[in-house]
Structure formats: structure tokens, C-alpha cells
């Protein structure tokens, strides 16, 4: 009987401490890791960018992005799946994502910013009626982490700017947060089916600051990050143009600002390039997705403005600034595995 005592209590001992042990937070992950800084005066010569990753799946293309040897990564949404409202949840896979050995050895080296999408928003083609938006925001600052001082911290939402670079050699980066302010769009019948709504992506907040933000921006390139497609109008996926509102004063402040304006999305789980005049300035998107996860079995989709073929494997974009070439170069690419170059398209700044 003693030893039947000692073994449950052994049992009920060594429960409760197997309870006691915690996920590291976000936090503690990234305070336990060396990663990179970038100098802002610095011009950015290569940017790679990329979207969804899923935390828990093989992560086989960092390596091949570290060999690009950029000088700044953005994510472009899904950097994580979360689909939660519970925000344990949703930091225990941050810091999973933040503990990938590959990821981990590619932010000691690189710089990072971004935006999300719906999944690591919280919740599948979520707007703004997701309940735990604040704090999941809050998360998200935390894994990319914005420093304490940037003032996207003591506004709602997750929009941020970042300009790089001296003068004559400068990139704007405008991030724009398509989930927080998002009114519902209609949907058909068909889940994943939309139609045309009159409602807004950035909310007014937002708007004001996109304005001001593109408006005095003295870049000789602007870099706009959306989650979803700003472009292409056919497909029956989430996209700007289910908002036709939102995305034709998107495009009239671009043609207003008369910049040089370059555009990256991601989501589709395809990389595709498009392009559209906008005034005097030709615009291309770039749109990567997925960093672990593609849609492999992709057969065909209408996209009148698409450059190229659609690559339906693993991939990521790379942006190439040739500041030296008169006028400017930009070439832009969507890559794969060992880095091999599957779309291209080059451009030159006006």
C-alpha cells in the first residue's frame, strides 16, 4: 500500500510540474535571440518578401532567401496560421514560427517588417468584427519587433511606414492594414465567392494617414504592402476589388502623388505578376505566396492584367534597386527553391 502511495503521488507530482511548464512568449523568444538592425540611411539595394507560412510545417526556401543576401525582408501576410480568438494560442505559434531553426539563423542576419493577413489576423477573411484585433495586433508588433518608440504602437491598427535610405537613394515602405477597419463584403452562395461591395478596406484613420504618408513622401520609389491583391479583379478570392470604392481611391491618390509606385501582396498561395497604367506610371504587383504551402494543383484563373505565367510552387519575391543604371532599374522577381528565377519583370524609375 506505502508503494502504491509513493507511485500516485510520483504520478500526481510530476503532472503538476509537466502543468507548470509554459510556452515562452513571444517575448521571451525574441529577448533570447540576436536579431538584426537595419541603419535607415542605408540604401536598400535587394528586398525580399513573402507570405504564407505555416509554424508547424518544413520551412525549405530561408536558406535560399538568405543567399540573396537582402538588406531587409518584408512579410507580407500569413506570416503565421493562427485562426484563434485565444490569444495564448496564437503567441505560443508566434513564438513556434520564431523558434524555426532556419528563421531563427535568417533574422540575426536580416532586418524584418510587415503586415498580416486573416489567418495570423485571428481569423480566415476576417475584418473588422474580430473580437481580439487589438490584442492580436499587439502580437504581431511583438513578433516583428516594431520598437516601442514607432508611433503605429499608440494608434489602432497595424499600418506602419518605413523610409530607407540618403537622399537620392530613398524607398518608402508603406504597409497598409486590409483587416482592422475592413467592412464585410457580400458573399454568394459559394464560400469563397464575393460580388462587389460598397464598403471600405482602410477606414477613414487609415485613409488620411495613406494620404499624407504618399503625399510628402521625397522616395524616388514607394513600396505599397497589402495582404490581399490590389490589382487583379477576376478571381473569386478575397481582393481589393470586391471593394471597387476602396480601390479606385487607392489608385487615384497613386496617380495624384505622381510617384514612382511599386506594389506586393500575398494570400493566393500563387505568385503572379500585374501590372496597370496609372497616369504617367506603369505599376506592377508583385504577389508571393506560399513560403510552405502552394496551391500545387492550380489549373487556371483569369487575370487580364497578369505578366507572365502564374508559379503555382514554393516561392518568394525579390525586389533588385540598380541605383547606378540611368534611369534607375528595378527588377523584380518571384523565386523558388535554390533560388531559381521563375517570373521577371524590369522597370525603370521616371
Not at 33 to 43: G, K, P, V
Not at 70 to 78: A, F, Q, T, V
Not at 206 to 235: D, R, T
Request: proline content about 4%; charged content about 25%.
Amino acid at each position: 500500500m506505502t508503494r502504491l502511495l509513493i507511485t500516485i503521488l510520483g504520478i500526481f507530482l510530476l503532472a503538476s510540474c509537466k502543468e507548470d511548464v509554459k510556452t515562452p512568449s513571444v517575448e521571451q523568444v525574441k529577448n533570447s535571440q540576436a536579431t538584426a538592425s537595419i541603419n535607415i540611411d542605408e540604401r536598400l539595394d535587394v528586398i525580399t518578401f513573402g507570405s504564407c507560412s505555416k509554424q508547424n510545417e518544413k520551412q525549405p526556401l530561408w536558406k535560399s532567401i538568405s543567399g540573396e543576401q537582402p538588406d531587409l525582408w518584408i512579410w507580407s501576410g500569413d506570416n503565421i496560421y493562427g485562426d484563434t480568438e485565444d490569444m495564448s494560442v496564437l503567441e505560443s505559434k508566434y513564438a513556434q514560427q520564431l523558434s524555426q531553426p532556419a528563421y531563427k539563423r535568417f533574422i540575426e542576419e536580416v532586418p524584418i517588417i510587415g503586415i498580416w493577413d486573416d489567418h495570423d489576423y485571428g481569423v480566415n477573411d476576417g475584418g473588422k468584427h474580430y473580437p481580439k484585433r487589438k490584442e492580436s495586433r499587439d502580437l504581431m508588433f511583438e513578433f516583428l519587433g516594431v520598437s516601442k518608440d514607432n508611433p503605429a504602437w499608440d494608434r489602432e491598427g497595424a499600418y506602419q511606414s518605413y523610409t530607407y535610405g540618403p537622399e537620392g537613394e530613398q524607398i518608402k515602405i508603406i504597409l497598409l492594414d486590409a483587416r482592422y477597419f475592413r467592412d464585410d463584403p457580400r458573399k454568394t452562395a459559394s464560400r469563397r465567392s464575393y460580388v462587389p461591395a460598397k464598403g471600405d478596406i482602410l477606414g477613414e484613420d487609415q485613409w488620411k494617414w495613406f494620404e499624407q504618408e504618399l503625399m510628402e513622401s521625397k522616395a524616388q520609389l514607394n513600396i505599397i504592402v497589402s495582404g490581399i491583391q490590389i490589382i487583379p479583379e477576376e478571381h473569386n478570392y478575397e481582393k481589393w476589388s470586391n471593394f471597387p470604392l476602396s480601390r479606385d481611391r487607392l489608385f487615384n491618390l497613386i496617380r495624384s502623388s505622381k510617384s514612382n509606385t511599386n506594389l506586393i501582396s500575398g494570400d493566393r498561395h500563387i505568385g503572379e505578376i500585374s501590372s496597370m497604367q496609372l497616369g504617367d506610371h506603369m505599376i506592377h504587383e508583385i504577389t508571393s505566396s506560399g513560403l510552405t504551402h502552394s496551391y500545387s494543383s492550380f489549373t487556371g484563373e483569369d487575370n487580364q492584367h497578369r505578366v507572365g505565367e502564374v508559379v503555382s510552387s514554393l516561392n518568394y519575391g525579390k525586389l533588385t534597386i540598380d541605383w547606378e543604371a540611368k534611369p534607375i532599374k528595378i527588377i523584380g522577381e518571384i523565386k523558388g527553391e535554390g533560388g531559381k528565377s521563375l517570373q521577371v519583370i524590369e522597370s525603370y524609375l521616371n
